[in-house]
T-cell receptor, first 116, second 112 residues
Framework: NAGVTQTPKFQVLKTGQSMTLQCAQD?????MSWYRQDPGMGLRLIHY???????DQGEVPNGYNVSRSTTEDFPLRLLSAAPSQTSVYFC???????????????FGPGTRLLVL | KQEVTQIPAALSVPEGENLVLNCSFT??????LQWFRQDPGKGLTSLLL?????REQTSGRLNASLDKSSGRSTLYIAASQPGDSATYLC???????????FGKGTMLLVSP
């Protein structure tokens, strides 16, 4: 298994440009989520999904869109990039509930985004 | 709203020392608590996961404890090594949707 993969690894955008950060997992996990990591702020949840066709907002959703058409893929779209979106973005997946037990999460290697 | 705090923010120790990293959370209604390791410029590696019904988990030189009622967890690292140098993140799952609330981390430096 490749686990959780993210592309690109690094991206530079100009203010106002749009782009899609890709995330894929090959573990047949139902739950997937996107976080951003900023110095002094820690990791914060952007959006998450509990299965194909189901998404919801996290703590910092503004400026981002997601969709989940398949179990494997969970892309994150920046509609009009702003310098405040300069960050490192991590995608994670999890099997979710197994009975009453929440399983561990698996993180991708991250995408470093610089918005000028 | 769940909040997670990690103390200390940074820690520097000589090789061989035993050390404790602390994590506290404000809402005790959690499913689990996880400790992660993050190396500079890298992703997150899960170290230990403690379910809400458990009191501790061990993996090699690492031992994590959980006191849910008081909202505290500790990560104990025995006989520290330079290879343990990294940022250690504590995170709690309290939503039921496999989403995590993270602390800001403890940056550990183990010198030879």
């Amino acid at each position: 298994n490749a686990g959780v993969t993210q592309t690109p690894k690094f991206q530079v955008l100009k203010t106002g440009q749009s782009m899609t950060l890709q995330c894929a997992q090959d573990m047949n996990h139902e739950y997937m989520s996107w976080y951003r990591q900023d110095p002094g702020m820690g990791l914060r949840l952007i959006h998450y999904s509990v299965g194909a066709g189901i998404t919801d907002q996290g703590e910092v959703p503004n400026g981002y869109n997601v969709s989940r058409s398949t179990t494997e893929d969970f892309p994150l779209r920046l509609l009009s990039a702003a310098p405040s979106q300069t960050s490192v973005y991590f995608c994670a997946s999890s099997p979710g509930l197994a009975g009453a037990i929440q399983e561990t999460q698996y993180f991708g290697p991250g995408t470093r985004l610089l918005v000028l | 709203k769940q909040e997670v705090t990690q103390i200390p923010a940074a820690l520097s120790v000589p090789e061989g020392e035993n050390l404790v990293l602390n994590c506290s959370f404000t809402d005790s209604a959690i499913y689990n608590l996880q400790w992660f390791r993050q190396d500079p410029g890298k992703g997150l590696t899960s170290l230990l996961l403690i379910q809400s019904s458990q009191r501790e988990q061990t993996s090699g030189r690492l031992n994590a404890s959980l006191d849910k009622s008081s909202g505290r967890s500790t990560l104990y690292i025995a006989a520290s090594q330079p290879g343990d140098s990294a940022t250690y993140l504590c995170a709690v799952e309290s939503s039921g949707y496999s989403t995590l609330t993270f602390g800001k981390g403890t940056m550990l430096l183990v010198s030879p």
